[in-house]
């Protein structure tokens, strides 16, 4: 069983910054792969980024790939999600999922889920 629960979003103009972090509880939380997906009023929930046990291996939504950096730290039972270059359409309720197995962009592949972080990107 695996907790998680998501901080850091907030209100920040186009070209801005954030960092968000989701906090696991579980002592197995170092053997799972984790994601940051997030859902924007009226549309699907989508991938954003994952990345594995090992923090070896990242995967990043094309929309994303080069401003978005997901990274892990096992020690805190933490993923981070930093996002530079901000845009308006990255507005969103972004939230943290973890699984076990290897990468994957698919929302059902999750197992475990956050709340939910809201992120807002004025233009």
């Known amino acids: 069983q695996v907790q998680l629960v998501e901080s850091g979003g907030g209100f920040v103009q186009a070209g801005g910054s954030l960092r968000l972090s989701c906090a696991a509880s579980g002592r197995t939380f170092s053997s799972y792969t984790m994601g940051w997906f997030r859902q924007a009023p009226g549309k699907e929930r989508e991938f954003v980024a994952a990345v594995t046990w090992s923090g070896a291996r990242t995967s990043y939504a094309s929309s994303v790939q080069g401003r978005f950096t997901i990274s892990r730290d096992n020690a805190k039972n933490t993923v981070y999600l930093q996002m530079n270059s901000l845009k308006p359409e990255d507005t969103a309720v972004y939230s943290c999922?973890?699984?076990?197995?290897?990468?994957?962009?698919?929302?059902?592949?999750?197992?475990?889920w956050g709340q939910g972080t809201q992120v807002t990107v004025s233009s």
């Open positions: 999922a973890a699984r076990n197995g290897i990468v994957a962009e698919a929302p059902t592949a999750y197992t475990y």
